[in-house]
């Protein structure tokens, strides 16, 4: 491969690996299968970017199943949205070659709630934080936290180097957290994620204290805990299908602590114009309960719901996407708030995501309030925050 005998696109994609593999002192590739592939919004990838990717898709194809991040626009309903011609032609232009390469043009964060679903062990090469974090520690499988060129050039040969969280030895936990508060909603493990990020930065926590929760908390721990901290994994006692070494180093987090997350999420603005829900993109659940809370009521905040297609054709044959648009909320189907290119559209952004409210405010500029589903809908309704 690296020598060219199997094209250019898989030659550079070698070159890709060999170098980080020396870098991080790997002793050989190792088999990937799946792929998870970031880096894919125009917004981000600029020309240089997309003249990358033209150059691989001249004789690249992937060689294990390999998904997309969410791009910079929903592909079918971007007008609606607010987005300029411009940029949707250099969008499509940017899915086009990753799709003629052979990636699954998927533009979704949550690639396990839409097929690409690895077992405990496999060895797999993803991008994007949230989803490295649900992988590594909810589903057992093990991958780095790849950039979109190496997740790209493993999609391509089928291989990564066998380094960092590929190997028993870097995902033992370093702290345990002993968690003494009563969590409810998805924000509220997204509180618990800001928490830990903050006090422990990238140390793999071991939770303990946490019962039973659903995936789509875990689903939003995994978002808060890899952007306010870093750390690509985590383990929650009798979740988490993996021994490890218990840890010396003992931290809690208190009530105290998650209130202390909620204060710091919240601007203090109470007018609200914007509103997304869904990152990580979401599950039909949440948007079952989002119709619940919408129906027979009409927005006055723009409401974005952030989902992956294929969910999005579920909540339409359930009859959820009916109501939810007939109050006036929006499907950002293929996108979401942190990649599109929204700056300057909005002021006060309401999310049940503590990750959308990092984003909210370091790309766009956004005043952010932060809370649960429920008092996100009721700020689209009313364009006020009055939990
Ligand atoms: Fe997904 Fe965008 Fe959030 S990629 S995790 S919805 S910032």
């Not at 997204?190 to 875990?218: E, M, Y």
């Not at 999420?265 to 869904?278: E, H, S, W």
């Given at each position: ?47 240089a970017g997309l ?252 409401l974005w719901i ?76 009313t364009g006020k925050?009055?939990?």
């Amino acid at each position: 491969m690296l020598d060219g005998e199997k094209g250019k696109a898989v030659q550079k994609s070698m070159e890709i690996l060999c170098a980080l593999g020396e870098i991080y002192g790997a002793d050989c590739l190792i088999d990937v299968s799946s792929v998870q592939i970031a880096g894919v919004s125009y917004h981000n990838l600029g020309d240089a970017g997309l003249e990358f990717l033209r150059e691989l898709a001249e004789d690249g194809r992937t060689r294990v199943v390999a998904t997309l991040n969410p791009a910079g626009m929903d592909l079918e309903n971007w007008r609606q949205l607010g987005i300029s011609e411009e940029f949707a032609a250099k969008q499509c232009e940017v899915i086009e070659a990753f799709a003629s390469m052979g990636v699954i043009p998927s533009c979704s964060c949550t690639p396990y709630l839409a097929g690409n679903l690895p077992a405990r062990g496999e060895h797999v090469a993803w991008s994007e934080s949230s989803a490295v974090c649900f992988a590594n520690s909810v589903l057992g499988a093990r991958t780095n936290r790849e950039g979109g060129p190496s997740a790209l050039a493993a999609a391509l040969t089928g291989k990564t180097p066998n380094y960092g969280m590929h190997l028993n030895e870097y995902r033992k936990a370093e702290a345990v957290v002993e968690v003494k508060a009563c969590l409810k909603t998805n924000a509220d493990f997204g509180a618990l994620g800001w928490c830990v990020g903050h006090k422990l930065k990238n140390k793999i926590p071991f939770l303990t204290g946490i019962v039973r929760p659903s995936i789509d908390q875990l689903k939003s721990l995994s978002a808060s805990i890899a952007t306010y901290g870093g750390t690509p994994m985590f383990y929650v006692e009798g979740v988490t299908p993996e021994e490890t070494p218990k840890p010396t180093e003992r931290i809690t987090v208190t009530s105290e602590d998650i209130s202390e997350a909620f204060h710091a999420l919240n601007d203090g603005q109470t007018d609200v114009d914007f509103v997304a829900v869904g990152c990580p993109h979401a599950s039909i659940k949440e948007i079952r309960r989002i119709a619940e809370l919408l129906r027979g009521k009409k927005v006055v905040a723009e409401l974005w719901i952030a989902t992956a297609r294929q969910t999005k054709q579920l909540a339409d044959q359930a009859g959820y996407s009916k109501v939810i648009q007939a109050a006036g909320g929006k499907f950002a189907c293929d996108t979401c708030m942190a990649v599109a290119p929204l700056k300057g559209r909005f002021r006060v952004l309401a999310s049940d995501s503590a990750k959308a409210c990092y984003y909210g405010r370091g790309s766009n500029g956004f005043k952010t309030r932060f809370g649960s589903l429920e008092a996100c809908v009721d700020a689209a309704v009313t364009g006020k925050w009055r939990q």
